[in-house]
Structure formats: C-alpha cells, structure tokens
C-alpha cells in the first residue's frame, strides 16, 4: 500500500517528466512590470505635488529600477542555469540507467505487442534465452507458455493513462495473498520469476513491458518453512484398558508394546513423541511428514490394530486429532484437542486432521468398531452436571430427532423423568419440563397409549411451534438422539437458547458420530458411540444417579423399546453395559413381552415391507440394497419402514451392509446397517448424513433413481478407499 503522501503523478506530468525542472521566466516579467508601475505612479504623485528636483528623482527611481530589473534576472539567468544543468544531468542519468537497465542489471524484461509477440529483451533475458540480439519476434508462450493474455490484463501495474504503479508497494511472489493476480512462471534457466506487466504507449500501437522478478529463493524459503512447519498432534489409546479385563495379559507389557510401535513411527518422521498422561501421548512432526502420512492413510492405525491382547481377537486402536494450521502453538494445541474430541466422539479408531486452508476436519481410518468402555463414571459426572444446571432454571424442553422412533422417545422420556425427579429434588416442583415431538407420527400415538396411565404424559408432549413459545432466557434445552441441527424436530429452537460465558444451556445425549462442529456449545456434551442407544445412555443415567427409583414401569417400557429397536432385539450393538441397563429396566417393571407390543405390525406396514423385499438387489458381492416403489404414494412411517427393511437385508447370507431408500417429504431417506466389518456411517456422510458405525441415515434430494446412483457411488469411493475390507469380495 502506498504511504499517505505518495501522490499520483498527472497525464501532463507524464506527457513532461522534466517539467518539475525547468525555470518559469513569467515571475521575474511580472515583478519587474509591478515595480516599474509603482516607482511610475510613484513619479506621478510627486508631479502632481510639485515637489522640487523632480528631474532628479527621476533618474533616481530610473537608476533603482534598472538596478532591480538587472538583479532579478541575473539571479532567475543562474537559477535557468542550474536548471538546464540539471536537466542535462537528468538525461545523461536517465540514458545511463536505461543502458544499465538494458546491459547491465539482472532484472529481464521482455516488450511485447498487442499479439503477444516479443519485440526487445534486455541482456539478462538474452543470457536466460541464450538470444544473440535484444531485438527479436517471437511468440511470448516460446518464453514463458504459463502465460496467458487474461492474466497479463489482470495484472496490469498501470491500467489506465491516468494511473501509475504504486511504487511504494513490495510485490509478493505468487502463492502470497496480496490480490495482484501476478503469475509466477519458471524460465529457460530453471528459476522461478513473478511477471509484473506495463501497460506502454507508442503513438496508436499498445506494448507491454514485461519484467521478471526472481523469486526463486523466497519461494524455496517458503516452501521449506511449510515443508518444517510444526504439527501437533494428540494421540490416546482407545481401548487397551478395557481389554486387558477380559483377557489374561499385562498391562504394561501390552502398553509398551503400542508405545514403542508410536515412538518407531514418530522416529521415522524426524518428530518427537511424549507420554504426558497414562495411554495419551503428545507428538510433534513437520508438514512434510504428515503429507506422507495422508498419502498412505495413517497406515499407523493398521499396524496398531495388528497387535494384539493375549488371545483376544479385538483389534487394539488409538484415536488421533492433528492441527497443522496457522496461528501460534496455543492455538494448534487447542485446535488438535478439538480434532481429538471429534475423533473420539465419532467412535474412536480413526485420525481427525485440522488443516490450514481447509475448511472442518479431515477423517482417516474408522473402519473397525471400538470395544464399548466402562461410562458409569461419565454418567454419575453428566448427571451431576444437569443439576447444577437446572438449579437456576425456569423451565425444561427435550427433544429428540424428527420424524422420531422409539429410541428418540425413549430416551426423551428418560431425560424427562431424570429432569423431573431432579427439580422436585431441588423443591422446585413448579418448573415445567415438557417433550417436543411431533404428535402426528404413529411412532408418537404407540408410546403416548402405553404412556396413558401416568397423568403426568397428558401434558407434557408439546410440537414445536408451541416449543419456541415457551423459551425464555433460563431455558435448558436437552438434546437426545441426536447432533445433527438439520434434523432436530424443531431445528431452530436452539438458535434461541442465549449463551453465558460463551457456554448454552443445551445438553447433548446422543450414541451418533459427530458429522461436525457443533453451532454451539452446550454444558454438558455426552456423546458416547460405543453404546447400542440413546435410551442405554439415558437408562445408565438414570441408574447412576439417586434419582434410580423414581422411573415408572410404563417409562421404562418405553425406553427398552428404543433399546430393543437400536439392538434388533439385543442381537447387533448390544454389549455388556446394554444388558445391565436391561436389568435395571426390568427392575423398574419393563418386560420384553410388553415392549415387544410397540413393534406389532399394521396390515399396510407389512404391504409397505414386501414392497421393499421385491426390490432388494446385490451390490459389490457384501452390500444389499432395497427401495419403495416410485409409484406409491409416500408416508410419514415410510422412514421407519426403511430401518426395518435395511435391519432384515442383513440376514442374507454374504451380506455385510445395508440400505434402504424411501422417498420422504421432498428428497429420499437412506437408512443403513452394518454387521460390524463396513462403517456404513462413513458411507453415508459423503452424502452429508451420519450417524455411527453400523448404523447411519440420510436424506438426499431428487428421484429415488437419482439417489440410488449416489449411493452407488459412495459405495464405490468407500470401496477404493479401504480395499482390504473388500479383498475377499474381489
């Protein structure tokens, strides 16, 4: 940017660079003229006085006069002197410094017309080009093919006859953000040179001159200080701890072995490698390392799932979250804590990489299930949480997902009644709590008629335009069953919900992967993808806390509902921790048998799935995908019909995943399932949805043709981007 007192230089300045120097000759004229007129009038007066000796005060006046008239121009002769002295010197130096410029100095320069061919070079660009003479016509791609005629235009340094270049600015090399549009191209002699156009006049004809300007070392040093730049990364092991208590094998052994495996591949980096805390690790590497490793995928995360824990045949894993971005190390620190949260939060096995000049976070690996942690501390902590939270609260909302199942239910009734029993705890029984959720679905009408009998449920159901009525700045929002704001059942009731101290008074209680940041940052952030639902987690809260006796028999039925659903009827997800909350459940008066009753069929259900069983369809050998027929008219259950169907495709023989389209509101919803060995959440956030391992949903716009050919195609990336998972398919 030029400084405050650079001026523009006129189109007469330019026309006249010497007008500065030379001698105006009107001044002295003119002075002479005014004096002349005053010793004149001067003479006049004293006539008219008649004043004696008049003859002689005129040959006075006449002497001074001659006397000023002599020195005024002898002094503007010598300044018109100087000035043509100094006029001359400017041409000889101006002559010089073209000579120079043209044989002498190492800037090239290349004059070129209007058809891009090239008329002079000076002598750096002859000894560039190996040319005899400065004076050629050849076309401008022979020297420099890189450029183009557009680009010369946009770069112009003087575009109009009234600009001139700003010299005061410093040029960048390319690749700097300085907004010139200057190219960079690299010459005969191997050097790299920014091109810095001229717009030049001559009579009609248009020229331009052309200087090069070697920035071949600047950008060396650039790229070299990127190709060192520092990463940090967070490294924790994710599953080592659980594992060794079901497997005769040390602890320390097992963890020196990960450890030595880390610190080898850190090593073989140039990086450094430090265990600030039991399984987590600190790691700085350079730039040009962590190329290598996207290149081959974090094949690190590979070699730790080969090693092994006694007999057990879980694959040990480790989670990553690396910030190579701009700013200071404080802020890499906090971005690569960040990029480990999301990793962990999206299940755990995988690398969540923050790079400059990218927008979100990158993902490497996920492509095998974590072993489900112990999270009764977690639960006991999230509970303790919510009620300092709800202390200073004037009212509660909870809500789940739209188009709800009975998990997004379940585990609302839950929160509900965990809420509920925590305000009337607090003395504060006049605090409403409600659930928002559309009253319309015949998922709803199925948990409100087993629900009946608490009077409590009469009113606690609102939708959401009710919902946003009833927020106030000491409203807790919690979130169950979901991350996603584009599908919450009322996604902009969060926007809402102010902020203190940068922090929301919304919880998140969900067992999704984190599809990415969050807009906004909740007081409690539960996220726990190990577990089989969201009412598991809700159902440990519960248990966790002493608020444990307060569940109903009709809650808890409702809530194994939305376990049973999520687990396929604990046959798929469903770990230790999912059967103990089970028992709590069936301690608190839930039986199978009655949940089993939420899922008994309508005759227009069992139409709905033979539809999608006449078009179930194979698909690479270990994927088995089915869809509604276009012609039927659409349903609000048809979103549940499809889980149903993508649940029973799993059965057939030789299939690993599945999926089912159906065409709901104005796109089509896919709903996938995983026996455990494809991530079919990672298949489906290449069509921006989500959800977590071996069970993920999303909604795409256009046909159901149109959306099977972007599921073909997901697949297909997938498929190329984990080979080994589909070796035996090939």
């Given amino acids: 940017m030029s400084s405050p007192s650079h001026q523009v230089p006129t189109r007469a300045a330019r026309q006249d660079p010497d007008a500065p120097l030379r001698v105006d000759l009107r001044i002295p004229f003119a002075a002479c003229a005014v004096e002349g007129f005053l010793l004149l009038g001067l003479y006049t007066l004293l006539t008219y006085l008649k004043l004696p000796r008049l003859t002689l005060l005129g040959l006075v006046f006449l002497g001074v006069y001659a006397l000023s008239v002599g020195v005024t121009f002898t002094a503007f002769a010598w300044r018109l002197s100087r000035s043509r002295r100094n006029i001359r010197t400017a041409e000889l130096l101006t002559a010089d410094i073209y000579r120079m410029f043209r044989s002498v100095m190492d800037i090239p320069y290349a004059v070129i017309n209007g058809d891009n061919r090239v008329r002079v070079i000076n002598a750096a660009m002859q000894s560039i080009l190996g040319a005899r003479s400065p004076v050629c016509d050849l076309p401008l791609s022979e020297i420099c093919p890189a450029v183009t005629r557009e680009q010369l235009l946009a770069a112009l340094r003087n575009p109009g006859d009234g600009e001139l270049p700003d010299l005061h600015s410093v040029p960048l090399p390319a690749g700097a953000e300085d907004g010139t549009g200057s190219v960079t191209v690299t010459l005969a002699d191997g050097r790299r040179y920014r ?40 490294i924790v092991l994710d599953n080592l701890q659980e594992l060794t208590q079901f497997v005769r094998a040390n602890y320390r052994a097992t963890a020196n072995i990960i450890e030595e495996t880390l610190t080898g591949w850190v090593a073989s980096m140039h990086g450094m490698i430090r265990e600030y805390d039991r399984d987590k690790y600190l790691a700085l590497f350079s730039e040009e390392m962590l190329d290598r490793c996207v290149q081959d995928n974090f094949s690190i995360l590979g070699k730790i799932m080969n090693i092994r824990v006694g007999d057990n045949t879980f694959p040990l894993s480790v989670s990553m979250g690396i910030a190579d971005i701009d700013g200071s190390m404080e802020e890499r620190d906090r971005a690569a804590n960040a990029a480990l949260d999301m990793a962990l939060q999206r299940g755990g096995n995988q690398v969540a990489l923050q790079r400059r000049g990218v927008t979100g976070l990158t993902y490497y690996g996920g492509t095998h299930k974590t072993l489900e942690g112990n999270t ?28 709800p199942d009975f998990d997004a239910i379940g585990a609302a009734v839950g929160a509900s009644r965990l809420c509920r029993s925590i305000l009337d705890a607090q003395g504060r029984t006049d605090v409403p709590v409600n659930i928002v959720t559309d009253k319309t679905c015949d998922t709803f009408r199925i948990c409100a008629g087993h629900l009946a009998p608490l009077v409590l449920y009469g009113h606690i159901f609102v939708d959401a335009a009710t919902a946003r009525q009833l927020v106030c700045t000491e409203t807790v929002l919690i979130l169950v069953d979901v991350n996603n704001p584009v599908i919450f059942e009322a996604p902009d009731l969060y926007t809402c919900i102010p902020a203190v101290d940068g922090i929301h008074s919304i919880a998140v209680i969900d067992h999704h992967r984190l599809v990415g940041k969050l807009p906004f940052t909740p007081f409690l952030h539960y996220i726990e993808t190990t577990k089989s639902s969201a009412s598991e987690i809700v159902a440990e809260m519960l248990e966790q806390s002493p608020y444990a006796d307060t569940l109903c028999k009709e809650e808890a039925n409702v809530m194994l509902a939305g376990v049973m659903l999520d687990t396929h009827n604990f046959t798929r997800s469903a770990g230790a921790q999912t059967f103990e909350v089970a028992y709590y459940l069936y301690s608190r008066g839930a039986h199978t048998g009655t949940a089993r009753e939420f899922f008994n069929e309508r005759m227009d259900e069992l139409q709905v799935a033979s539809d999608f069983d006449a078009h179930a369809r194979i698909y690479a050998g270990v994927f088995a995908i089915t869809w509604l027929s276009a012609d039927r008219a659409p349903s609000p259950d048809d979103r549940i019909a499809a889980s149903k169907a993508a649940d029973k495709l799993l059965s057939l023989r030789g299939v690993e995943a599945s999926f089912a389209l159906a065409v709901v509101g104005s796109g089509v919803a896919i709903s996938g399932r995983s026996k455990g060995r494809i991530n079919v959440q990672l298949i489906l956030e290449k069509l921006d949805g989500g959800g977590h391992f071996d069970m993920a949903g999303a909604q795409v716009s256009g046909t159901v043709e149109e959306a099977l050919d972007q599921l073909r195609a997901a697949i297909d990336e997938y498929r190329l981007q984990y080979p080994e998972l589909f070796g035996k398919a090939k």
């Fill in 376 to 403: 009764s501390i977690s639960s006991r902590v999230s509970v303790h949480l919510l009620e300092r939270r709800l202390a200073g609260c004037r009212n509660v909302l909870v809500m789940g997902h739209s188009n």
């Fill in 195 to 234: 091109v810095e156009p001229y717009l030049l006049r001559q009579q009609a004809d248009t020229y331009y001159l052309l200087l090069f300007r070697d920035v071949n070392d600047y950008l060396n040093f650039v790229e070299e200080t990127d190709r060192n730049r520092v990463v940090l990364a967070y």
